[in-house]
């Protein structure tokens, strides 16, 4: 079992910019691929980014992309999204997940744990 928890949310002006953290418990976090979903209300939770086992690569969507950045720090056992030039578009209840020797899917199915939620509010 491996326990997620998210932090780092909060209110933002547009242009503005936020960085979220999740913290795993457990000993083989190198081991996870990292991802980071969000789910607007009235909307279905939706990719944002993911980090691979074991090379690290770095996936995007495409609405984030140029603009977000994920990282992981093993030794720390965290996984970060820095959010920057942040849109109204962008507020949602933001979600980390972990998957298993995964590849950085964008298929919310492939990631076996998730995190409670962030919330991150952008206003115009």
């Known amino acids: 079992q491996v326990r997620l928890v998210e932090s780092g949310g909060g209110l933002v002006q547009a242009g503005g910019s936020l960085r979220l953290s999740c913290a795993a418990s457990?000993?083989?976090?190198?081991?996870?691929?990292m991802g980071w979903f969000r789910q607007a209300p009235g909307k279905e939770r939706e990719f944002v980014a993911a980090?691979?086992?074991?090379?690290?690569?770095?996936y995007y969507a495409d609405s984030v992309k140029g603009r977000f950045t994920i990282s992981r720090d093993n030794a720390k056992n965290t996984v970060s999204l820095q959010m920057n030039s942040l849109k109204p578009e962008d507020t949602a209840l933001y979600y980390c997940?972990?998957?298993?020797?995964?590849?950085?899917?964008?298929?919310?199915?492939?990631?076996?744990?998730w995190g409670q939620g962030t919330q991150v509010t952008v206003s115009s």
């Open positions: 997940a972990a998957d298993a020797y995964g590849l950085g899917s964008f298929v919310v199915d492939e990631y076996e744990y």
């Open positions: 457990t000993r083989t976090f190198s081991t996870y691929a």
């Open positions: 980090i691979s086992w074991p090379a690290g690569s770095t």
